[in-house]
């Protein structure tokens, strides 16, 4: 059974840095990460995805240039680091992973998610 296990989050300033860990386990194939976010009322929106060789990262286009997907395979485990935080930014993220090696930006793609951690920019 495929579990994710996030870690990160919290509390930050405009302007700060955080960064997101989802530990993975149970895969059998190679597969894709992403992270998404839902804020408040708002549904749950793709921010970064990353294949299963790191060659084809993509980011939704209102955190391209400030966050930066990775991943350690021999680890089991996909950062996304955060920087230049706004207020804009927070919601809970939410990693996910398919058994696919390409990106998608749809959440209905995924079959696995991680728990979910809050992320709060402060002004």
């Known amino acids: 059974q495929v579990q994710l296990v996030q870690s990160g989050g919290g509390l930050v300033q405009t302007g700060g840095s955080m960064r997101l860990s989802c530990g993975a386990s149970?895969?059998?194939?190679?597969?894709?990460m992403a992270w998404f976010r839902q804020a408040p009322g708002k549904e749950r929106e793709f921010v970064a995805g990353?294949?299963?060789?790191?060659?084809?990262?993509q980011y939704a286009d209102s955190v391209k240039g400030r966050f930066t997907i990775s991943r350690d395979n021999a680890k089991d485990t996909t950062y996304l680091q955060m920087d230049r935080l706004n207020p804009e930014d927070t919601a809970v993220y939410y990693c996910?992973?398919?058994?696919?090696?390409?990106?998608?930006?749809?959440?209905?793609?995924?079959?696995?998610w991680g728990q979910g951690t809050q992320v709060t920019v402060s002004s």
């Open positions: 996910a992973s398919r058994p696919y090696l390409n990106v998608v930006r749809t959440t209905h793609a995924y079959d696995y």
């Open positions: 149970g895969h059998n194939s190679d597969y894709s």
């Open positions: 990353i294949d299963w060789s790191s060659r084809y990262p």
